[in-house]
């Protein structure tokens, strides 16, 4: 008995390690766990140069880019233009041609309710800008300014609008062409260069995200509506590899340099934007502090030689909005890495899956996390049956098991002999009642994951007073039952023969209940039914499986 009461308080220990730890990277801390990042090799001298001048081209707050001829640029005055599909509201500057501000239409803000949620924006409190230019020489930036032509600004009722923007400098012609699709978050962006000049140019192209190093307020301790803002790369040799604003303050960040595939990407909670250039053209990789609480991160890309006359193009994907796995896969290889599942991916991965299918048939994401526990609980009854005769059969010899202790209490050598010897005779495992436990933990921890990382179920209901299963239960009802169905499920299971035990015991479930005031409703919903599953399946076998001679 002491055995497992110990291994009972170390399941319960490192489940509140585990979770702390979670919660942290999703605030932007490294884990507790994980080691130091490997170093990756420095780039080429000329890949830093050009990384570094792009990024010094990043920040909206100083000059124009490296080298660029401001007088021999005609003075545009700056017009925001707005494009507005089914899915999102976009505003671009005719300076620079640069997205300053996108509301998401169908997802709402997680404090005001009444608003939709922005991700790119340019504001005394946010600055959020994904910006485009050329390098190489006095050409359009994301300073200049650009000419847009008429057509529509709305989706209508076709299935995309374009915004075509043009942009003249010392013989180079730059035009950018947004198309927005119906139903879409992923953004076209083609960067035409025409060469208007007598002789032959080799300009760059730059893609960056630009964000301020505010951190965000957060949520509840465990919550599901605590935010995080991180840059992100990613390449096949690499792969995904999340970044530090104080990192690359300090310059020690260290993540790919080069690559011909891949993408750049901002992250935050349930949302992420990223930069895809067109596959197999050759990129450098930057990350900068541009300016005072301000970062850059992006991608440097040679659009080779251009004679006179002639006209080159490079293609790119803009994404900003939701991480719906469903969505992710399909954008480009390792997209769906932003969705992070944390430590126990291999799990949440699947199980998210599994629901995905439930929720298809039942449209409801709380009654799909009821049937998916009912499901586990099923699928894992073999097992947990087993652990749930044992305890009902310790429950039945702990009389006999304290009549042991009395008589050895002097003597704990004789007295370990005789309780081995005991449950030797009664056929019992001393730790067969932590199974049920055991095979639970890391499907409770992979859950609260997939609530953590699923904007699937960012404002999902369930009934009546739970409108967030991401969220916590606003009265509390959910904690409150779950500690009712905790202090059944004690009685149901042998009482340690320590009183000090016992009196621990009993404050288990006070402790998980205070707790599951700060998760997400969705988690204790979870916990709760298979409470309830539990103590059916314990009645039923003290009652009904134990055999006789055990309950004489």
Same mark, same amino acid.
């Given at each position: ?22 919660w942290g990277q999703y605030n932007g801390k490294p884990s507790i766990f994980a080691a130091p990042p490997p170093k990756v090799a420095s780039a080429s001298a000329s890949a830093s140069a050009s990384a570094s001048?792009?990024?010094?081209? %990043?920040?909206? @707050?100083?000059? /124009?880019?490296? #080298? ?5 640029? *005609?003075?545009? $005055? !700056? ?44 504001? %005394?409190?946010? @600055?959020?800008? /994904?910006?485009? #230019? ?5 050409? *359009?930036?994301? $300073? !200049? ?155 440097v890309l040679p659009m080779g030689s251009v004679a006179p006359g002639a006209t080159v193009s490079m293609n790119a994907r803009l994404y900003s909005g939701p991480q719906e796995s469903a969505k992710l896969e ?197 916990w709760v039914v298979n409470n309830i599953l539990s103590i059916a399946q314990q009645w039923v076998i003290n009652n009904k499986l134990i055999p006789p001679e055990h309950k004489a």
């Open positions: 008995m002491d055995i497992k009461r110990t291994v009972l308080w170390v399941i319960f220990s490192m489940s509140l390690i585990m979770l702390w730890n979670g001048a792009a990024a010094s081209a %990043a920040a909206s @707050t100083v000059a /124009a880019a490296p #080298g660029a001829d401001v007088a021999a640029a *005609p003075v545009i $005055k !700056s017009e925001t233009i707005t494009i507005t599909t089914d899915v999102i509201k976009a505003d671009i500057d005719t300076i620079g041609g640069e997205l300053k501000r996108l509301e998401l239409l169908k997802h709402k803000d997680s404090n005001d309710h009444t608003k939709n949620i922005v991700l790119f924006d340019h504001s %005394a409190k946010r @600055t959020y800008l /994904a910006q485009t #230019g050329l390098l190489g020489g006095p050409f *359009p930036n994301h $300073k !200049s300014g650009f000419v847009a032509k008429p057509g529509a600004r709305d989706l209508g009722d076709g299935n995309q609008v374009q915004l075509v923007l043009e942009s003249e400098q010392s013989g180079v012609k730059l035009t950018k062409t947004f198309t927005f699709k119906k139903g879409e978050y992923l953004i076209d962006v083609r960067h035409d260069v025409t060469n208007t000049g007598t002789a032959a140019i080799t300009p760059s192209l730059y893609l960056q995200l630009l964000h301020d190093g505010t951190k965000p307020e957060s949520g509840g301790m465990f919550s599901g509506s605590g935010e995080f803002y991180a840059p992100a790369v990613y390449t096949e040799a690499d792969k995904f590899q999340k970044l530090d604003f104080e990192k690359i303050a300090k310059g020690t960040d260290s993540h790919a340099k080069e690559s011909d595939n891949g993408w750049v990407a901002m992250l935050q909670h349930f949302f992420v934007s990223s930069f895809i250039p067109q596959d197999k053209a050759k990129r450098e990789i930057f990350t900068k502090k541009v300016d005072t609480n301000l970062y850059a991160v992006g991608n399909a954008i480009a290889p390792g997209f769906e890495l932003v969705k992070d599942y944390g430590v126990l991916t291999i799990i949440a991965k699947p199980l998210f899956w599994v629901m995905e299918l439930i929720h298809k048939m039942l449209g409801n994401w709380g009654w799909t996390i009821v049937v998916f526990t009912i499901a586990i609980k099923l699928a894992l009854f073999p097992l947990s049956a087993a652990g749930y005769r044992s305890m009902a059969k310790m429950k039945v010899v702990t009389p006999k098991m304290q009549a042991v202790r009395e008589r050895y209490k002097n003597d704990p050598q004789k007295m370990n002999q005789a309780m081995m010897e005991l449950y030797k005779t009664e056929k019992i495992n001393p730790l067969g009642g932590c199974f049920p436990i055991l095979i639970q933990m890391p499907v409770f921890l992979a859950l609260y994951w997939v609530l953590q990382a699923s904007v699937e179920m960012r404002g999902a209901p369930w009934v009546g007073w739970i409108t967030d299963l991401t969220s916590p239960d606003p009265w509390y009802i959910l904690p409150v039952v779950y500690a009712i169905s905790m202090y059944i499920t004690t009685k149901l299971n042998p009482a340690p023969a320590d009183p000090m035990q016992a009196k621990m015991m009993m404050f288990m479930p006070l402790a998980f209940s205070v707790m599951f005031f700060f998760f997400p409703s969705g988690l204790v919903l979870y």
